[in-house]
């Protein structure tokens, strides 16, 4: 079956970066886009960007435009997000899900998330 | 950019009863890219429909989706104890993806 299997907590410094992986197996990898979502501590989802694997093209969620990059890996099924300039508001869970294109583009398949935690 | 609007924010119910969960979109939007979202504490979110109405896999009967054009509907009927979490509308099209801001169902 279907697993995203993503990298450990993090804690980080205001202004440093960080690089989440999300690793998949179970699938073909390149047939699917992957999304990346977040929720804070006591606040709701939020949609961060996706990558095209089989394109290596991303978008992003205008907000973090220029401090996130959304890549991909098709030798290791890995999926990857950096966010950069990190502030405290960016203390959340990260999740990477499966973007099913059949099912209309709904996420099917979630990571169990990454805990990135920024502070001083 | 268009906007989705959940209400409401917190619906307290019993086990046993139906919760009617709302999201309106500020523009009319195609159903078949309207999905709802489980999620519980310490736990990834799950797809519960997509295409509005259309049940994922492995969802129970309980859970039913409806509406078109800027107004849908999760219905959850006899409510059981893990029902009680949060639930997300999303909408996907071209490079967006858009959440509403989630209702909590919790317990009475």
């Known amino acids: 079956q279907v697993q995203l299997v993503q990298s450990g907590a993090e804690v980080k410094k205001p202004g440093s970066s960080v690089k989440v992986s999300c690793k998949a197996s179970g699938g073909t990898f390149i047939s699917y886009s992957i999304s990346w979502v977040r929720q804070a501590p006591g606040q709701g989802l939020e949609w961060v960007g996706r990558v095209i694997p089989i394109l290596g093209i991303a978008k992003y969620e205008q907000r973090f435009q220029g401090r996130v990059t959304i890549t991909a890996d098709k030798s290791t099924s890995t999926a990857y997000m950096e966010l950069s300039s990190l502030r405290s508001e960016d203390t959340a869970v990260y999740y990477c899900?499966?973007?099913?294109?059949?099912?209309?583009?709904?996420?099917?398949?979630w990571g169990q998330g990454t805990l990135v935690s920024v502070s001083s | 950019d268009i906007v989705l609007t959940q209400s409401p924010g917190t619906l307290s119910l019993s086990p046993g009863e139906s919760a009617t969960l709302s999201c309106r979109a500020s523009d009319s939007i195609t159903s078949s890219y309207l999905a709802w979202y489980q999620v519980r504490p310490g736990r990834a979110p799950r797809l519960l429909i997509y295409g509005a109405s259309r049940r994922a896999t492995g969802i129970p009967d309980r859970f039913s989706g409806s509406g078109s054009g800027t107004d849908f509907t999760l219905t959850i009927s006899r409510l059981e104890p893990e029902d009680f979490a949060e639930y997300y509308c999303r909408l996907y099209g071209g490079s967006l993806g858009t959440f509403g801001q989630g209702t909590k169902l919790q317990i009475k």
């Open positions: 899900a499966r973007v099913n294109d059949i099912l209309n583009g709904a996420l099917d398949y």
